[in-house]
């Protein structure tokens, strides 16, 4: 399977990717996802996943949200999924623009990735009240469409529901 990374020419699949193929490609919000954060109001917002690779054992993914509303851009995240070459282990290596940076771990079953934290750091004058754990759902769902929840814990809060969303694939 071949694919094209938006910063480079088209590269051969690793073969340890093949069991996150389905990944693979451009997906956009099909209507505005659901957010709610203890410090802010419940929000919509509208994002959009480029899943991409550049012929390593690695996914690169860049994920853009906006404000359903006003469409002024919001939450960015980047990095690296991993996979642990005969396992069904799944890291995800993550870059907030917030300044958290954190590491994410889990199983793949199927077409559904479960990570939580394994890691997280932040910039010294981050705001707060500051996460301390994360926990992320990714599945392709029997419709074609992908869905998302991701969960936060805030220091001495339990972990509640932040996101939730359903994309829909825009190119491979």
Same mark, same amino acid.
């Given at each position: 399977?071949?694919?094209?990374?938006?910063?480079?020419?088209?590269?051969?699949?690793?073969?340890?990717?093949?069991?996150?193929?389905?990944?693979?490609?451009?997906?956009?919000?099909?209507?505005?996802?659901?957010?709610?954060?203890?410090?802010?109001?419940?929000?919509?917002?509208?994002?959009?996943?480029?899943?991409?690779?550049?012929?390593?054992?690695?996914?690169?993914?860049?994920?853009?949200?906006?404000? &359903?509303? %006003?469409?002024?851009?919001?939450?960015? !995240?980047? $990095?690296?999924?991993?996979? *642990?070459?005969? /396992?069904?282990?799944?890291?995800?290596?993550? &870059?907030? %623009?917030?300044?958290?940076?954190?590491? !994410?771990? $889990?199983?793949?079953?199927? *077409?559904?990735? /479960?990570?939580?934290?394994?890691?997280?750091?932040?910039?010294?004058?981050?705001?707060?009240?500051?996460?301390?754990?994360?926990?992320?759902?990714?599945?392709?769902?029997?419709?074609?469409?992908?869905?998302?929840?991701?969960?936060?814990?805030?220091?001495?809060?339990?972990?509640?529901?932040?996101?939730?969303?359903?994309?829909?694939?825009?190119?491979?």
């Amino acid at each position: 399977m071949t694919h094209t990374c938006p910063f480079h020419q088209s590269a051969e699949l690793n073969a340890a990717l093949e069991p996150l193929a389905w990944l693979l490609g451009i997906w956009e919000s099909d209507q505005p996802g659901d957010g709610s954060f203890s410090t802010i109001p419940p929000f919509h917002y509208n994002e959009t996943l480029h899943f991409s690779h550049v012929g390593q054992p690695v996914i690169n993914f860049m994920f853009n949200a906006f404000n &359903a509303e %006003n469409k002024k851009p919001m939450h960015r !995240e980047c $990095g690296f999924i991993r996979i *642990q070459p005969g /396992t069904n282990r799944v890291a995800f290596i993550i &870059a907030q %623009n917030s300044g958290l940076v954190e590491v !994410e771990e $889990g199983l793949l079953t199927g *077409q559904q990735l /479960t990570l939580q934290t394994h890691a997280l750091a932040r910039t010294s004058f981050a705001k707060e009240p500051h996460v301390e754990q994360v926990s992320r759902v990714i599945q392709l769902r029997p419709d074609g469409k992908l869905e998302q929840t991701v969960s936060m814990a805030l220091e001495g809060g339990p972990l509640t529901q932040h996101l939730h969303i359903t994309y829909c694939r825009r190119s491979t």
